[in-house]
Structures are given as structure tokens and as C-alpha cells.
């Protein structure tokens, strides 16, 4: 299973869905880059997600708060005092781990049998810390260790600007920073991150009700999507996994090839937020400190394992059969051969037309077999060929990822059948 991650990691470069950030100068642990297909993926799951939780809703709306807040912000929210992992030191070879990681320690531990000895755990902040001004001491500030606090900062500003009235949600979705001990397995830990948040504001009796309706809205969206059932399963936090402000956590859970791996989080966080930043909400039946539910999904994770889930291997091609809405390329588009100008300008025609509504690639190099191997481990759905049949009768052939069939339509129907199989 090891040798999937290495395939999933040389098809992300290969392909240009991620990048080591800095390569040239070596690289910097926990940082990644998306490359042209990874961005086209991320910003995908990214509008999914905003129009499920913002856009078909009436009782939702949405921020964009900045990354770097007041810092009396984290002193409020309990980060800096409570941000911790517990940190522990292999003395023989000097490698950080995480103590609460019981896979990974016991990783280390057999594969360095009877010598590894340990330091007592102790507590690391995982807040990153930044530098403000110009002159001399500089103010310390923080790079956001969560997008969550942005949406509380803001409720009353959000409460008085817009018709919201509890039970209401605010939704967020941008980078995060965390100063990760151990970061690895590809983006899965990384320490520049994107997250998609949901806070959602409750009378606290009706707090179960809703923490149980968003999580099956959340399971649901994620098989919407394509993940295959079996691969995804709820798992609830014992006491002492859950985070500092969490009455009740319950994760999503990825059957990676590097185990069972948690990518969102549903969180009762009670009334922990808005009572540590003073602030309440005025009901019909007066003032009252709402609860709130939280759907915290991790953007990079969620693009990681999309990928997994999409990568096949079969009949000699390496397949990502990512969902239509998911892939990078709804379609692209070939002229038969690459030195006949009367099919080239036809495809361009083509291609010029449906990359208006569609993102699509084109595609003239080597043989028509060599595009298809191509575009399927791009994940492209479609892929349409203009042949010398185009020339006389203005239809072309449209060859199914999945399937690998192929069937003839009209170049006019082209959009409509695209805009069919995408929805
Ligand atoms: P873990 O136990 O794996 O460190 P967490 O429980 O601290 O994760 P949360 O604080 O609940 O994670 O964050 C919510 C979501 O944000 C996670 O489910 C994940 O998708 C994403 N996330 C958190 N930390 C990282 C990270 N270091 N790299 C990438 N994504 C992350």
C-alpha cells in the first residue's frame, strides 16, 4: 500500500497536480505547490463546496477573514495556552514525534528494536509566529492556526449587516498555519494548509439535532463526489483526543494507504467561542449565548485523497476517474492527426468554443492512443476527436474515460452533452 503513495506522489509531480514548494533551492519541509492541475482540482472541490453550503442555503453566509488577526484574538480563543501537541524526542537518533501518534511511535519503535529510549513528552505550541512593523521590538503577532476564529470575530458584524437569525451558519474557507512536528505523507500534514469551515449557531437544546444533521450533510456531499462508501467511516474522539473547546468531536475518516486518516472534523464547541470573546446573540425570548456546531474540512487533504480514491490501474493505463465536477479538464479536444491544417483548424474552432464554458485542453502531440493515456491520467472525462468524417458531416467522436467507448454527435450538441454529464 506504501507503493500507492509513491505512484500517487510521481503522478501529482508528473502531472502537475503538486509540487515540493522551493524545489529549485532543495525544498521546505511542509510546504507544497499546486500545479496547474492540482489548482484546477482544489478550486473544484472549493466551489463545490461553497455552492452546498453557502449558495443552496438560505441560512448561511459566508467570510473571508485575514490570516493575521489581533493577537489578543488567540489569547480569547485558548491558543495560545492550550494550542499544544505533546512532543517526544527519539535519544538515539534525535527524531520528533508526536506522542500521541501510538502508530507512528510504534513505527519508530520496531524498526529500531531494543534501543530507542524516549524524552518525557512535553507541550509544543503549534502557533506560528510572525513579526509586524518596522521599527524595533516588532509586535509578535500569529499566522492563523485555524480559519474559525475569523467567523466569531465577525458575528456580530455578520448579525447586524445581514437577515441571519439563529439557527444560522457562517462559512469560511482559507489557509491555516500550524508549526506540525511531524509533517508528511504528502500534503496530509502539512504546515501551510487550506481549510473549508462551517460555524453553525444553535439554541444549545437543539445542539445534538444539529450536530447530527451535519454530519450525515457532510457524509453525503463527500460520496456525492465520487469517494467509494467503504472508504470513508465516522470516528468519535475519545475524552482525551478532543480539542480544547470541543464538548463533542466525531472526524470523517479516509481509508488511506497509510491507514485510517481523519480530513474533517465535526465539532460541538458548546458556547467555548463566543463566551471567551464576550459576546451573545439577542433571541425573541431574549439574550442567549448560542452553541455552535462546527464542519471543519481540510481543502489539502480532501484533494490528497480524492486522488487516491480516483487513481486505477488497468489494461495498461493508469486511470484517475475523478468525478466530472472534480476533474481539472471536463473535456479535451484532438485533432486525428497533427499534420493535416484543414482538422487542425476545425479542432481549434472547436476547442475555442468549448473552452468558454468548460475547461478544456488540446491536445496535437504524437498519436491519438498516446493522448488518451494522457488525458486519462489527467482525469479528463471526455475527450472529442476531429476526424475527416467532421469535414463532411460536422460531427465528432467523443471517447468516455470510464469506459473507454466511444460515440459520434453533432459538434452543435457538443455543449449540452457536456453540461449534461456534468451535473
Ligand atoms: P490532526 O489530529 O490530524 O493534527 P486536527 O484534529 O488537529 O488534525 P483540526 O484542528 O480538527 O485537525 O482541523 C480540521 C481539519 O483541518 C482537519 O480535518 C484537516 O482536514 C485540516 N488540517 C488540520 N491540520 C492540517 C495539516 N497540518 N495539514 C493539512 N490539513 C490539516
Known amino acids: 500500500m506504501a507503493d500507492l503513495m509513491d505512484k500517487i506522489t510521481s503522478l501529482a509531480k508528473r502531472r502537475g497536480f503538486i509540487f515540493q514548494s522551493s524545489e529549485i533551492y532543495g525544498g521546505i519541509q511542509g510546504f507544497w505547490d499546486y500545479g496547474p492541475l492540482g489548482v484546477e482540482l ?118 447586524s449587516s445581514t437577515r441571519v437569525k439563529v439557527p444560522f451558519g457562517i462559512a469560511q474557507i482559507g489557509k491555516a498555519f500550524r508549526n506540525e512536528i511531524t509533517p508528511g505523507n504528502l500534503t496530509y500534514r502539512s504546515r501551510e494548509f487550506e481549510q473549508m469551515e462551517l460555524e453553525f449557531f444553535v439554541e444549545p437544546k437543539e445542539a445534538d439535532k444539529w450536530f447530527k444533521y451535519w454530519k450525515e450533510e457532510r457524509l453525503k456531499w463527500y460520496e456525492s463526489l465520487g469517494f467509494k462508501k467503504d472508504s470513508l467511516r465516522f470516528r468519535v474522539h475519545e475524552a482525551s483526543e478532543r480539542a480544547h473547546y470541543a464538548k463533542h468531536a466525531e472526524d470523517i475518516e479516509y481509508n488511506a494507504p497509510f491507514g485510517w486518516s481523519e480530513f474533517e472534523g465535526i465539532h460541538n464547541r458548546g458556547d467555548f467561542d463566543l463566551s471567551n470573546h464576550k459576546l451573545k446573540y439577542m433571541g425573541e425570548e431574549g439574550e442567549f449565548i448560542p452553541w455552535v456546531i462546527e464542519t471543519s474540512g481540510g481543502v489539502d487533504r480532501s484533494a490528497l485523497f480524492f486522488l487516491i480514491d480516483a487513481y486505477h490501474e488497468e489494461k495498461g493505463r493508469v486511470v484517475l476517474k475523478l468525478h466530472p465536477k472534480l476533474a481539472p479538464y ?69 471517447r468516455d474515460r470510464d469506459t473507454t467507448k466511444q460515440e459520434r454527435i453533432k459538434v452543435s450538441e457538443l455543449p449540452a452533452y457536456l453540461n449534461l454529464k456534468l451535473h
Open 42 to 159: 482544489k478550486r473544484n472541490i472549493k466551489n463545490e463546496w461553497w455552492k452546498s453550503m453557502v449558495q443552496n442555503r438560505t441560512d448561511v453566509v459566508g467570510v473571508d477573514a485575514s490570516i493575521i488577526m489581533n493577537p489578543k484574538v488567540w489569547e480569547a480563543s485558548g491558543h495560545v495556552s492550550e494550542f499544544t501537541d505533546p512532543l517526544v524526542e527519539c535519544k538515539v537518533c534525535h527524531q520528533r514525534f508526536r506522542a500521541d501518534k501510538k502508530a507512528e511511535i510504534k513505527a519508530h519503535e520496531e524498526t529500531h528494536d531494543e534501543k530507542v529510549e524516549w524524552t518525557n513528552p512535553r507541550k509544543f505550541n503549534l502557533l506560528m509566529e510572525a513579526f509586524l512593523g518596522v521599527t524595533e521590538p516588532k509586535d509578535k503577532v500569529y499566522l492563523r492556526g485555524e480559519i474559525t476564529q475569523g467567523a466569531f470575530v465577525n458575528f456580530e458584524n455578520v448579525v
Open 330 to 398: 471536463k473535456a479535451a479536444v484532438f485533432p486525428l492527426l497533427a499534420n493535416k491544417p484543414d482538422l487542425i483548424s476545425k479542432a481549434k474552432k472547436i476547442y475555442d468554443e468549448l473552452k468558454m464554458d468548460f475547461n478544456t485542453a488540446w491536445d496535437e502531440r504524437g498519436n491519438i492512443g498516446k493522448r488518451y493515456f494522457a488525458q486519462d491520467e489527467a482525469g479528463t472525462p471526455y475527450c472529442v476527436t476531429v476526424d475527416f468524417q467532421t469535414l463532411e458531416d460536422d460531427t465528432v467522436t467523443v
